[in-house]
């Protein structure tokens, strides 16, 4: 049982030790968190690869030109900020979850500064929706807190 909420609003909230997978809700999450591991785990290795899309491509100049490496080696920190994302929602989905959507913010105001990108600018904000609501249900099935393993006083 966990404590959620100021002294004034405190309420308290069931943390299952073993989730009921006929549960929708938990259904909804494990979806979630499946699909929050494997795309930014494949996405980030594919900028090393190329496989899937020339990710040069998404990168609008304003922000490349300034930058001391080349897009496709920008490209090379991009895959690996993804692959780390999506570890860490595969072990600990409510601090992942924000760092995906945080990251996805990014991507989305990097599409609209490049022309003809705006219909993945508004995929991205889908994404990034589905990441908050996986945070938002994390609550509910990792009860470590954003922090964790930092103890609050």
């Known amino acids: 049982m966990v404590t959620i909420g100021s002294p004034s609003t405190t309420r308290r909230v069931e943390h299952p030790a073993r989730p009921d997978r006929s549960d929708p809700t938990y259904q909804a999450y494990a979806v979630l968190r499946a699909a929050f591991v494997v795309a930014p785990v494949v996405f980030g290795l594919d900028k090393f690869t190329n496989l899937l899309v020339q990710w040069d491509q998404y990168l609008a100049p304003v922000l490349s030109r300034p930058l001391p490496v080349t897009p496709h080696q920008a490209m090379y920190a991009v895959?690996?900020?993804?692959?780390?994302?999506?570890?860490?929602?595969?072990?600990?989905?409510?601090?992942?979850?924000?760092?995906?959507?945080?990251?996805?913010?990014?991507?989305?105001?990097?599409?609209?500064?490049?022309?003809?990108?705006?219909?993945?600018?508004?995929?991205?904000?889908?994404?990034?929706?589905?990441?908050?609501?996986?945070?938002?249900?994390?609550?509910?099935?990792?009860?470590?807190?954003?922090?964790?393993?930092?103890r609050r006083g």
């Open 79 to 150: 895959g690996v900020v993804e692959v780390v994302a999506g570890l860490v929602v595969a072990l600990h989905p409510r601090l992942g979850a924000i760092v995906v959507a945080a990251w996805l913010g990014g991507i989305i105001l990097n599409l609209l500064l490049l022309p003809g990108f705006y219909d993945v600018a508004l995929r991205d904000l889908g994404l990034l929706s589905a990441a908050v609501a996986l945070q938002r249900l994390a609550t509910r099935f990792d009860p470590r807190p954003v922090l964790w393993p930092v």
